[in-house]
């Protein structure tokens, strides 16, 4: 079974304040990925990272930010929160070698956190 | 432009009874395919995925055919039980710039009637 958390779970909060949401995972991966998922839709790459001090930006514009400070913990933040940022966001983690029956091309999720803004 | 297609959004089957979800791709680039599921509230699981170099991966009760001429694969589960109700996306690995990336379809809500 995967290790990878994420808090809150549900978060409403008012326009234009500062929010963080937590993502950490305990298997040691070294690649993290922040998603962004509307209903009905597919799932957006927002940022990446390929280990500690890394991050990129994925394919989905994002006024979010993310940083990789520890293997384990891949923040992301959005300064000021507006309406248009409400949506599910999945953090999900995959190894460069797994020596299970899975390969590296395998991601492991989080339970997301949806987050309302009012 | 979605390089991922899962063109039919839901699908609605009897226990017991074969459910097969598609998904065609664009991208002749896409090297590996994966499938998840997805319940309500929770993050995607992985079910199964397949190299481009194959064209069936079984487990179990899920089989995924691909069929790299026509850029189409497809997930079968059988028998489908009622515990198999859930959004199924289908996913792409690319590998761009150095980077391995996944990109998803929209999803197929599968409920499978007792």
């Known amino acids: 079974e995967a290790d990878i958390y994420q808090t809150p779970r549900y978060l409403v909060i008012g326009t234009g304040k500062k929010i963080t949401l937590e993502c950490s995972q305990t298997m040691g991966h070294d690649k993290m990925y922040w998603y962004q998922q509307d209903p009905g839709m597919e799932l957006h790459l927002i940022h990446y990272s390929y280990g500690v001090n890394s991050t990129e930006k994925g394919d989905l514009s994002s006024e979010s930010t993310v940083s990789r400070i520890r293997t384990e913990h891949f923040p992301l933040t959005l300064e000021s929160a507006r309406p248009s940022h409400t949506s599910q966001y999945l953090c999900?983690?995959?190894?460069?070698?797994?020596?299970?029956?899975?390969?590296?091309?395998?991601?492991?999720f989080g339970p997301g956190t949806r987050l309302t803004v009012t | 432009d979605q390089q991922v297609k899962q063109n039919s959004p839901s699908l609605s089957v009897q226990e017991g009874r074969i459910s097969i979800l598609n998904c065609d791709y664009t991208?002749?680039?896409?090297?590996?395919f994966l499938w998840y599921k997805k319940y309500p509230a929770e993050g995607p699981t992985f079910l199964i995925s397949i190299s481009s170099i194959k064209d069936k991966n079984e487990d179990g009760r899920f089989t995924v055919f691909l069929n790299k001429s026509a850029k189409h694969l497809s997930l079968h589960i059988v028998p489908s039980q009622p515990g198999d109700s859930a959004v199924y996306f289908c996913?792409?690995?690319?590998?761009?710039?150095?980077?391995?990336?996944?990109?998803f379809g929209k999803g197929m809500k599968l409920t499978v009637n007792p």
């Open positions: 999900a983690s995959s190894a460069l070698r797994d020596r299970g029956r899975r390969g590296s091309h395998e991601q492991y």
């Open positions: 996913a792409a690995s690319e590998v761009r710039g150095g980077s391995e990336k996944l990109v």
């Open positions: 991208n002749s680039m896409f090297d590996y």
